[in-house]
């Protein structure tokens, strides 16, 4: 019987149209390399050789089975030798199955290149999954066996057979000129124009498209090392040119969907364009750094227009109005997968250009279009015409979204190219700055708009430290300023991310503030600076903090505001409240003598006299009750911000509000408001005592905990006795 089934298979391989389902013939295939005695070296030669998989054209199809073949014939024969041993004097698992691939592999040599890489590239594949199965399997139990624990082959085969399917791809792109285009016009073009007609429903494709789609499968398992023997310029150049055919240039919403074959392998094309550029940067960084440029500047612009078509998406102008009112299908499912593939490409891309030393671009004569910088720029301004898109999946800011719902490849992406460009020269930020705000003020509809300001405020929040106070004054206030309050209209996700993105930059420039601040006091502590020695940094820093000085009044006014139920939430109010106060405090440098002096912080008792005012002016309905409520939460937050030579006066005002005895409260007459009332006055007696433990400074500690502890037994209300008493 088994030898009719090996005669069977032997003649559907000597078939150029195969009577049985190919998937028939890979299972055959698969069983019989498994159970070839004594090796497999023969089989696989007539495999390799057979008209079934060389007869042209060659048909994806007939390839994904060799490949397939290959990869299970080696799970086969692992369960094979896993089995007992039917001799004392048989060899370990690894030296069998090693013995065995190798003369895999020997059947394989002299065979045609393309079929040589999905042979080669299938049993690499094996070898892989083995490989990662022990090491799963090692992981579980430390007492695992020793077939499941050891290494099923060896290094050196392992070795054999990247190198073969590197040999493999080479032929074949070799043979396609790529990276000698002028030689292929003295080429025969009839290769693929035989009259055999496969019966197989697969389109006509080239003999490229087929090698570039086994590559992707087999080449990311390959060492590195081993990759920059390819021309990868060239390979590069020929990924991207198929990468945005996927996507018609990036207008496969107004066009016919993208070619199957294509979509079907773009994650492997996107895997293989990523490890190319990598490995490029690596091993020639200046080669690399412009082959990484060309690919970003193709996706910014294919990214570009897609930002233009996104509109009639959303309008439900698409040639299948289904597929516009369905996120999850039809040309939605494309925009998804253009992300993904861009942001799989560009993660790599700047994950290895950090590491090209500053001479080669410095050097080069096209430094100012290939750089770190550059690649960085490119990647942010790509990922801001695909920002309706990143919007679907929280930004690159919010942090509300479960681990399912996040893209944390995105988040990195992005925060890794705004940490090249802050550390770049210091015109790179601003020249980003200086597109980005060009390309806000294009007309576009409202949603979208919304989503590419949030995403400009996300990175301009990243980017303040380093941004000149000119930029801070003139286009960045221009663009926080109008989204800084909720409109009253009910509120969508993006509105509300805008909101709270225009929030964060102020806070940003607060920090940015202090931070300057503190090493101006600190510089000023080991050094005294004549006047005419002020360099342009110190004027900066001064202007930045004037800028502050003005912002104050501004911001306290739009905290409050922005403190009623519905807009911003109670701890988002209470962080910005108390940046706030620690800036003003900071807008002021007094000498050592006149830092005791009350007068010298008027700006930071403004904010607290401001919130003070709120407060009492809120009546006792339930909305203005909750925001009460809030705005004394917010007040507790600020002792920490404020200085030494306030906090006797801060602490006069919040005493009386603290010691009150409900019982005494003759306008509340229901129980309810009673117990809510005492709820509301335990919570500020612990959001107080976890600032004065947690967060205020050494310098004002002292002072601060002999208050509390003045106040803690002080206290006439018995329900505070008791909570203070808990703390």
């Not at 919007?391 to 944390?408: M, P």
């Not at 929040?461 to 800084?484: D, F, H, M």
Request: glycine share 4%; with cysteine.
């Amino acid at each position: 019987m088994p030898s009719n089934a090996y005669s069977n298979l032997l003649q559907h391989l000597h078939r150029a149209q195969p009577a049985l389902p190919l998937e028939t013939i890979q299972a055959a295939l698969a069983f019989h390399i498994a159970n070839q005695n004594p090796l497999p070296t023969p089989l696989a030669a007539t495999a390799i050789t057979s008209p079934l998989f060389l007869s042209h054209p060659f048909t994806l199809s007939r390839l994904q089975v060799l490949s397939n073949s290959f990869r299970h014939a080696l799970h086969l024969k692992f369960t094979l030798v896993s089995g007992p041993r039917l001799s004392f004097f048989e060899g370990s698992i690894s030296t069998r199955l090693t013995e065995w691939t190798k003369s895999l592999m020997k059947g394989l040599q002299g065979g045609n290149s393309l079929l040589r890489l999905a042979a080669a590239g299938g049993v690499l594949q094996g070898l892989q999954d083995l490989q990662t199965q022990a090491k799963a399997n090692s992981s579980i139990s430390m007492n695992s066996s020793h077939t499941a624990s050891e290494n099923p082959v060896s290094d050196a085969i392992r070795a054999k057979v990247e190198d073969e399917v590197v040999i493999a791809f080479a032929e074949v792109i070799d043979q396609e000129g790529v990276g000698r285009e002028w030689e292929s016009e003295f080429r025969q073009t009839t290769l693929l124009s035989n009259t055999v007609q496969d019966q197989i429903s697969s389109p006509h494709i080239s003999l490229l498209t087929l090698s570039l789609i086994l590559a992707g499968q087999s080449l990311p398992l390959v060492a590195s090392s081993k990759l920059k023997a390819l021309p990868l310029a060239a390979l590069s150049q020929l990924l991207t040119s198929y990468i945005t055919e996927t996507f018609h240039e990036g207008d496969f919403l107004r066009q016919s969907a993208a070619s199957d074959t294509l979509r079907l392998h773009i994650a492997s094309l996107s895997r293989l364009e990523a490890l190319v550029l990598s490995i490029a940067l690596d091993y020639r960084p200046r080669i690399g750094l412009t082959a990484a440029q060309e690919t970003l500047n193709h996706l910014r612009e294919m990214a570009h227009r897609v930002a233009g078509v996104i509109p009639h998406l959303l309008a439900g102008d698409t040639h299948s109005a289904s597929d516009a009112e369905t996120p999850s299908s039809g040309p939605w499912l494309t925009l998804k997968t253009l992300l993904f593939s861009v942001i799989m490409i560009t993660d790599s891309v700047l994950s290895a250009c950090i590491y090209v030393p500053p001479t080669v671009y410095h050097l080069s004569s096209t430094s100012s279009l290939s750089s770190p910088a550059s690649l960085s720029l490119t990647t942010i301004l790509t990922l801001f015409h695909l920002s309706f898109v990143v919007s679907q999946f929280g930004g690159i800011s919010s942090l509300e979204y479960t681990d399912e719902a996040s893209f944390k490849e995105l988040r990195k992406t992005a925060y890794l190219a705004l940490d090249i460009l802050a550390s770049g020269s210091n015109d790179v930020p601003e020249r980003f700055l200086d597109e980005l705000m060009n390309l806000v003020k294009s007309p576009i509809e409202e949603t979208i708009a919304l989503a590419q300001i949030s995403f400009a405020l996300s990175c301009i929040e990243q980017l303040v430290p380093v941004l000149s106070v000119r930029y801070l004054k003139g286009p960045v206030w221009t663009l926080i300023a109008p989204n800084l309050v909720l409109p009253r209209q009910p509120l969508d996700q993006l509105r509300r991310e805008t909101f709270e993105s225009a929030h964060s930059v102020v806070l940003a420039i607060l920090a940015a503030n202090a931070a300057n601040v503190d090493a101006m006091n600190k510089e000023s502590r080991t050094q005294e600076l004549s006047d005419g020695s002020k360099g342009k940094a110190t004027e900066e820093d001064m202007s930045l903090s004037d800028f502050c000085t003005r912002l104050v009044p501004f911001y306290s006014k739009s905290l409050i505001q922005n403190s009623a139920p519905g807009k911003l939430s109670t701890s988002q109010v209470r962080i910005a409240y108390a940046a706030l106060v620690r800036s003003a405090s900071n807008s002021v440098l007094p000498t050592q003598d006149e830092s005791e002096n009350p007068s010298h912080f008027t700006l930071a008792w403004y904010c607290i006299d401001e919130l003070l005012c709120a407060i009492r002016s809120l009546g006792n309905d339930k909305l203005q009750l909750e925001q009460k409520h809030r705005l004394q939460l917010t007040l507790m937050s600020c002792v920490s911000a404020l200085p030494l030579s306030l906090l006797g006066r801060f602490f006069e005002e919040i005493n009386d509000s603290l010691k009150v005895d409900i019982g005494s409260e003759d306008n509340l007459d229901n129980t309810v408001d009673l117990v809510q009332r005492e709820r509301d006055r335990t919570e500020l007696i612990q959001a107080l005592y976890r600032e004065i433990s947690e967060m205020v400074g050494d310098r004002e500690k002292g002072y601060v905990l002999s208050w509390w502890s003045a106040f803690a037994t002080g206290n006439s209300t018995a329900s505070s006795r008791t909570v203070i008493a808990k703390l």
